[in-house]
């Protein structure tokens, strides 16, 4: 934590404010290890605040080191009253709050120059330090475990999309998940030509295809893992499809490390689907950032912006055709200086149940 707030304070001295505000929720944890629905955080180069109501005073000051704990319900209130003398010129807020919450800090920071600052504690965010990585492999492997577990819980002609659902729900809560990290894709057949397919009450029929992409929170952390089998029969069709999609997730893992640009790591993945003629049947990105967030920085828009160790990212190329079925193949990526580690370590070679 101390590590982070060093880089925070490096972050707040190249930037042009005086302090920033934090209101995120992910972000106030990323800072000072409190976790509740009530948090502030304000800092400068002459405070760290960190303000929250009486509910949560106490695990405050068990959780939060190095910062004034101030008790309050009217958190920007009180942060105008203790900065008065200060100094300060310029206030950073998180362009993405609310309108009604902007308007609140207008009023209240009267005199005060306003400015965006946003993405500045989720650009700190995207290099994961020691213990994130331990969380995040940890919550992979809850993943990887209800994926080995659900295929024999499938039974062809049978199981529903739902019921899939649900099994890898609860398996992931019993082996320590919080939760789920995002709304499950639990696609069979022609409904797993729909990249986001959420599951329904449709039962998976022998000869179908069955894309799961799932993961789990554990200690505030996610894992996002797809996994695509074929329940019953292959077609060579089949086969050949899936193949290109795993040569695709493969040929990048061969490939991604440090100071890769975000355009070569879509692309390597990318061409090895254009090269079998599919490109157009790769509807989407190769993937995003994940920690806090199921979705975060980096996402890989077409840029020079480079990779850094300590990324974690997701590698999730697929071919989708429609009304006939999909393929989706997603593994959890640490990128490091040489290479990258595989956090998702289930099984990708064609299953067929
Ligand atoms: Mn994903």
Not at 73 to 86: G, H, M, S, Y
Not at 131 to 144: F, G, H, K, P, V
Not at 203 to 212: Q, R, Y
Request: aromatic share 10%.
């Amino acid at each position: 934590m101390q590590e982070r707030l060093v880089r925070f304070d490096a972050k707040l001295a190249q930037t042009a404010v005086d302090a920033v505000l934090v209101t995120g929720q992910n972000n106030v944890y990323y800072l000072t290890g409190f976790w509740g629905t009530e948090g502030t955080v304000f800092i400068s180069d002459k405070r760290r605040l960190f303000l929250t109501d009486s509910r949560y005073t106490l695990i405050a000051k068990e959780a939060i080191k190095g910062f004034d704990i101030v008790e309050t319900r009217q958190p920007l209130v009180e942060i105008a009253k203790i900065i008065k003398d200060d100094g300060l010129s310029t206030i950073g807020f998180d362009g993405q709050v609310s309108y009604d919450f902007y308007q609140g800090l207008q009023a209240v920071f009267e005199g005060y120059q306003l400015k965006a600052v946003t993405n500045f504690v989720e650009d700190l965010r995207m290099i994961k330090d020691a213990s994130e990585i331990a969380t995040i492999r940890r919550a992979c492997q809850i993943s990887d475990q209800a994926f080995l577990d659900v295929l024999d819980f499938i039974k062809p002609n049978v199981t529903t999309e739902m019921e899939v659902n649900h099994f890898l729900d609860q398996r992931m809560r019993a082996l320590g998940a919080a939760g789920a990290s995002f709304e499950f894709i639990i696609a069979s057949g022609y409904r797993s030509a729909m990249p986001h397919g959420v599951a329904t009450d449709k039962v998976i029929k022998s000869g179908e295809s069955l894309t799961m992409d799932f993961g789990c929170y554990y200690q505030h952390y996610v894992s996002d893992m797809t996994r695509t089998i074929h329940v019953g029969h292959v077609t060579d069709e089949e086969r050949e499809i899936y193949d290109i999609v795993l040569r695709s997730n493969k040929a990048l893992i061969e490939q991604a490390k440090a100071g890769m640009t975000y355009i070569d790591f879509d692309g390597v993945a990318r061409r090895v689907i254009d090269e079998a003629g599919y490109g157009a049947n790769f509807t989407h990105s190769i993937g995003h950032g994940m920690g806090l967030d199921i979705h975060e920085l980096p996402f890989f828009v077409k840029t020079e912006d480079k990779l850094q160790a300590g990324m974690v990212v997701t590698d999730e190329p697929g071919i989708y055709l429609d009304n006939k079925y999909g393929v989706r193949i997603e593994d959890d990526l640490l990128i490091t200086e040489t290479g990258c580690e595989i956090l998702t370590q289930a099984p990708k070679e064609l299953i067929v149940l």
